[in-house]
């Protein structure tokens, strides 16, 4: 049986991983021409159940505890006066169960562990279609066709593998993020390293936000939140700007739609790093809560290429590596026999499970991007932690 997985994100890599500690070749296509051609981004956290429940599975535990940063889970929210609403800066070691790992060090630490040759860079599929008892895959760069027994889409948001399973889109969601970088939190830019803590800072309000969490090597990732139309992304003169690298005029731009904000929240726009910052702009797409399609024993999805959400409940990449664990044990289960009835027990469960956290993520963000946002934020985060953790 020959697997192939389009695309090298955590999800696809984590599958890959299981498999192939199983003794089930696979092949891994990814459109980005090396591991290293785009920043992955800031960090994330790993939760027990799901995301670190996969590396234990994958057997990468001892290599992930090397990495994490468990002092960095850490969240504190201010209002556009930088008054605290919620404060919450003493995680630690001791019990702590959602460790902060950066999101390119997760990544690497599952492309070392797979059998070189694995991920086969710079290959751009544009379509995917069975054809009798295969699967048809049809690259663009390079102009390649292979046809497979089985292809997992793992390719995110705008998945190339999801149209042959259905045609739902993911829908905007009405917030937009541009991200930026600090760096030198700890030294030169230890005021901003100081307002933001030890792990993650959340400024809200006005419908807007300033987000800035913690990241190895003394930085820090910030995404300003807009709730904006979707034409912004079409509209706004930043990616213009950035072609031309006039980047204070960015700042000056995002500046004006902070400017009765507190001056040391106003400093994470003015003093990020100018000429490293990505200035991407990223609308915030969420797949419907309840949705599914007709299984067939040659094509599944998971990740974001099944169910993408909002970021506001820490679970996408964490869902995505728990969703591939139980696809790999799945398919190593069914020892190469029909798989028809494999991914359909695989969607419903992962299906059903997405749908609760597709509600919650998209209800968070509506709470931490509103008129009061701080507010809501950090007296949602007081309730929950009244609640305290769930049963195990």
């Not at 803590?197 to 800035?212: E, Q, R, W």
């Amino acid at each position: 049986m020959t697997i192939a997985i389009i695309g090298a994100g955590l999800g696809g890599l984590t599958l890959a991983r299981i498999l192939q500690i199983n003794s089930i070749p696979v092949t891994i296509y990814e459109r980005e021409p090396t591991s290293s051609s785009r920043n992955q981004g800031g960090s994330l956290d790993l939760h027990g159940d799901s995301g670190q429940h996969a590396l234990s599975i994958a057997g990468l535990t001892a290599q992930f505890r090397k990495l994490v940063r468990p002092e960095s889970e850490g969240t504190k929210i201010v209002g556009k006066d930088a008054q605290i609403t919620y404060a919450d800066e003493e995680s630690g070691p001791e019990g702590n169960d959602r460790p902060e790992i950066d999101r390119g060090q997760l990544r690497d630490l599952l492309l070392d562990s797979l059998t070189p040759g694995t991920v086969k860079w710079g290959y751009n599929l544009s379509k995917c279609e069975i054809v009798g008892e295969k699967v048809k895959l049809t690259f663009t760069e390079p102009a390649e066709i292979f046809e497979v027994d089985v292809v997992v889409g793992a390719d995110g948001t705008w998945s190339r593998v999801r149209p042959v399973l259905t045609p739902t889109l993911p829908e905007y969601t009405g917030v937009t993020f541009i991200d930026i970088q600090l760096s030198d939190v700890d030294g030169t830019n230890a005021e901003i390293g100081k307002l933001i803590g030890p792990g993650t800072l959340c400024a809200l309000d006005d419908n807007k936000g300033l987000m800035a969490q913690r990241n190895s090597g003394g930085k820090a990732r910030v995404y300003i939140a807009l709730r904006v139309p979707l034409s912004f992304t079409q509209e706004s003169a930043i990616p213009s700007l950035v072609a031309e690298q006039d980047y204070h005029q960015i700042q000056r731009l995002l500046l004006s739609d902070f400017a009765d904000w507190h001056p040391s929240l106003q400093k994470l726009i003015t003093k990020c790093d100018v000429h490293e910052s990505t200035w991407a702009l990223r609308p915030i797409y969420s797949f419907p809560a309840e949705h599914s399609w007709e299984t067939n024993g040659h094509v599944t999805i998971l990740g974001d290429a099944a169910h993408v959400m909002c970021p506001f409940a820490g679970e996408g990449a964490n869902l995505a590596m728990l969703d591939a664990a139980e696809l790999a044990e799945a398919i190593v289960k069914a020892k190469g026999t029909d798989l028809k009835e494999t991914f359909k027990e695989f969607e419903k469960k992962m299906l059903e499970r997405s749908a609760i956290f597709t509600v919650e993520s998209l209800q968070n963000q509506n709470l931490f991007i509103s008129e009061h946002g701080a507010k809501a934020a950090g007296d949602l985060m007081k309730e929950l932690m009244a609640r305290g953790p769930p049963p195990q």
